[in-house]
């Protein structure tokens, strides 16, 4: 079955660095979504992504961070200036375009902000 | 706004008792429903989803869950748990003609003791 794959598993940053998460989608989905998940809290969404443009941004996803698709294959995740809070574990998914269809998920980015 | 509760945050269950989870949302249009497993170290996999017509809903790994409108409810039933089970639960909800952005519960951990 075709998965979504996220790169790399963990990464530890320091503060006020920038950090690029990446994530390829399954290969003829149209909808690309970002989500994250602090320790011991819920899965809140980030973002959605469809035909090369953001559909919808949550107030989390501010200035600082910034979605792309540069070449029809990887959808990147881009945090300029990290901070502490952004300490979490970030969730790449996408989903088909015919009809109703389900998101599939990654395996996730633990990202560590020291 | 858009919300979902999930009643039990951490269920102990032994080998073959019956589970059921609760998920209620808050939302007055039509919805897609959608309960995600996350087993320890992995992804987030569907177990299950409605997105119309019979209520009752049957997923992998003999889960089943009942939307009842009237209730804002999606709970997850299984008759019989396994050790296997041993997972956390997430219940999450999308506005039908929306981006597909998914919200979700904030998670049941189902601890099954052989």
């Known amino acids: 079955e075709p998965e979504v794959t996220q790169t790399p598993s963990h990464q530890v940053t320091q503060m006020g660095q920038e950090v690029i998460l990446r994530c390829v989608p399954i290969?003829?989905?149209?909808?690309f979504y970002w989500y994250r998940q602090i320790l011991g809290q819920k899965v809140e969404f980030l973002v959605s992504?469809?035909?090369?443009?953001?559909?919808?941004k949550s107030e989390i996803f501010d200035d600082q961070f910034s979605v792309e698709r540069p070449d029809g294959s990887n959808f990147t995740l881009k945090i300029r200036s990290t901070k502490l809070e952004d300490s979490a574990m970030y969730f790449c998914?996408?989903?088909?375009?015919?009809?109703?269809?389900?998101?599939?998920f990654g395996d996730g980015t633990r990202l560590s902000i020291l | 706004a858009q919300s979902v509760s999930q009643h039990n945050h951490h269920v102990i269950l032994s080998e073959a008792a019956s589970l059921e989870l609760g998920c209620n949302y808050s939302?007055?249009?039509?919805?897609?429903l959608f309960w995600y497993v996350q087993y320890p170290g992995q992804h987030l996999q569907l177990l299950l989803k409605?997105?119309?017509?019979?209520?009752l809903v049957k997923g992998i790994k003999g889960f089943e869950a009942e939307f009842i409108k009237s209730k804002f409810s999606f709970n997850l039933r299984k008759p019989s748990v396994q050790w296997s089970d041993t997972a956390e639960y997430f219940c999450?909800?999308?506005?039908?003609?929306?981006?597909?952005?998914?919200?979700f519960g904030q998670g049941t951990t189902l601890q099954v003791k052989p």
């Open positions: 998914a996408s989903r088909g375009g015919a009809g109703n269809q389900p998101q599939h």
């Open positions: 939302y007055g249009g039509t919805v897609n």
């Open positions: 992504f469809y035909n090369n443009e953001i559909s919808e």
């Open positions: 999450a909800v999308s506005r039908v003609s929306n981006t597909g952005k998914l919200i």
């Open positions: 409605y997105f119309s017509g019979d209520p």
């Open positions: 290969s003829n989905h149209l909808y």
